[in-house]
């Protein structure tokens, strides 16, 4: 008697449990489809691109002067005096330490600006997406972009839904 109640307390509490599994409401999104269609993110990336260029650019000019220096020493090294040589490698040297400076120091800096660029994008996206997922109800909203969904119904994809509380055909 105790084996049947018990299986039909087991039964009762895996019934529960397959309705309440069955119940939620699951949807998904591919994030990185969403930002590609958003008309600001060509515009951020454009702004990244082009303060990106700036710094090339400067590298660009230094690094001319870089070789041309490295050419004129190499040119002119024999008749060089060793105090001559000395001052002119340090120069060198100094333009190199300076040009690798500026490299380092322009990586930061466009890696901050990507940031500042994107962060409006992607906090919009957000909103539309919770917004879009409270307003039809659902429990859950995976991300197929980040390799987090391996199976999703085409009815459930949010993506169309996000885009038309966007804007965005």
């Known amino acids: 008697m105790k084996k049947v109640v018990l299986f039909l307390a087991f039964g009762l509490l895996l019934g529960n ?30 702004d990244v691109a082009k303060y990106a260029r700036s710094f090339q650019d400067q590298i660009d000019i230094m690094m001319k002067d870089y070789q041309t220096k490295g050419q004129d020493y190499q040119a002119k090294e024999k008749t060089m005096t ?29 890696q901050t600006k990507k940031q500042d660029a994107y962060s409006p994008i992607l906090d919009k996206a957000d909103k539309a997406i ?9 429990d859950y909203i995976f991300d197929q972009s980040q390799g987090m ?12 839904l996000v885009k038309a509380h966007l804007g965005i055909k």
């Open 130 to 138: 919770k917004f879009v997922a409270k307003e039809k109800s659902y």
């Open 82 to 110: 060793d105090a001559m040589k000395e001052v002119r490698m340090k120069e060198i040297q100094d333009l190199q330490n300076r040009i690798q400076s500026i490299q380092e120091s322009a990586q930061e800096k466009l």
């Open 17 to 46: 449990v397959v309705s309440a599994q069955t119940a939620l409401k699951l949807g998904w999104i591919n994030s990185a489809e969403l930002l590609q269609a958003m008309p600001e993110k060509a515009k951020a990336d454009s």
């Open 149 to 160: 969904l391996l199976f999703g119904k085409e009815g459930d994809n949010i993506l169309p």
